[in-house]
């Protein structure tokens, strides 16, 4: 169990995660990067900037 | 390089369609190396030594895979998708203009450079039209114009708040779409599979809330399709098809596809056919 950086809510990481991935606070709604994985690390996930897309 | 070709996935960030990725070539025992584009340095007096045989770009932001692309693409290292589909792809601009140029049917569409004549390319068109920049996806900063005093306001948003390319205006024929729009998948020669796109609102993205169900692949709908890729450059694409009184017009190519959506409602293991055409491109730089 991980500590969302936003709200500080509990945030279950699974054990097949990787650097990178990204997963949503169940609490807040916060999308969050995965940057470890032992131990469990995350961050907020940058903002979608205008080129971002397909 | 052997026989077991190392493919490079090029990401910004692991989301559902990469980490799909990612378990399809550790499945088959390919080996595999995730480079991170925030952390990529690339020369360019010599050739990149990613330790991969070929890369598939799956970059978030088009600028870095274009120019990741650019540099790669000078080097000969193999990629999928092409620098060249990526730019043609990344452009709206420039997907119309192949898709002209190989005839494959698209709304009509005007690009004017000043606000005067962005106006008179509306006025043109005729209302409802749509404004799209350029650059974006996922339906972002798109237009309906409905009225003269609508094109007014967004010309002058775009030309006051907008970088340079915001003041390249791309005004496009509003289609009247039956609810919903296609999303069809292109891998190599073959539109493996497709989804209908249901939405009320006339943006039927399924990153804008779109809800999706199968769309058969007809003969029509997979010839087009794989024309349209051709169009662009070919590879891995997926191509949004709006339907017209039976026509169906190609409006968009996208080069980093999206396919969460799409594995369940087609039954067609996107991943696993994008794999498969990576592994060939490996295979034919080799020989």
């Given amino acids: ?54 | 390089m052997n026989n077991s070709p190392t493919v490079g996935v090029l990401l910004s960030r692991v989301r559902v369609e990469e980490k799909l990725l990612l378990q399809e070539l550790a499945s088959r025992g390919v080996a595999t190396k995730v480079i991170d584009d925030r952390e990529l340095v690339l020369p360019t007096e010599s050739r990149p030594d990613l330790g991969v045989d070929v890369v598939l770009e799956r970059c978030i932001q088009h600028g870095t895979a274009l120019y990741a692309l650019a540099v790669l693409d000078a080097w000969c290292v193999p990629t999928v998708n092409t620098y060249e589909t990526a730019e043609v792809c990344g452009n709206k601009l420039l997907t119309t203009m192949r898709l002209v140029r190989d005839k494959v049917p698209t709304p009509a569409t005007r690009v004017a450079f000043t606000p005067e004549s962005a106006l008179e390319a509306v006025e043109q068109i005729g209302y409802p039209a749509v404004m799209k920049p350029l650059i974006g996806s996922w339906g972002r900063l798109v237009s309906k114009v409905n009225d003269r005093e609508s094109a007014e306001a967004i010309i002058e948003h775009k030309d006051v708040l907008g970088n340079y390319l915001h003041s390249i205006y791309y005004v496009q024929e509003y289609v009247k779409k039956p609810g919903r729009d296609i999303r069809a998948f292109v891998v190599g020669d073959e539109t493996i599979c497709a989804i209908y796109r249901y939405s009320q609102h006339w943006i039927t993205n399924t990153a804008r809330g779109g809800k999706a169900e199968n769309c058969p692949v007809t003969p029509e709908l997979a010839e087009l399709c794989v024309k349209a890729a051709k169009a662009v450059g070919g590879g891995v694409v997926a191509i949004d098809v709006l339907e017209r009184d039976g026509e169906l017009l190609v409006n968009e190519v996208n080069y980093t596809m999206e396919f969460r959506n799409s594995i369940d409602t087609t039954g067609v293991n996107i991943p696993a056919k994008m794999v498969d055409y990576v592994l060939d491109v490996a295979k034919r730089a080799q020989n």
Avoid: H, R
């Fill in chain 1, 1 to 54: 169990m991980s500590k969302c950086p936003e709200c500080d809510g509990e945030v279950t990481v699974g054990s097949d995660a990787v650097k990178g991935e990204i997963v949503s606070c169940p609490d807040c709604g916060a999308e969050l990067e995965v940057t470890g994985t032992s131990p469990v690390a995350l961050a907020l996930a940058p903002k979608a900037e205008e080129d971002w897309g397909e």
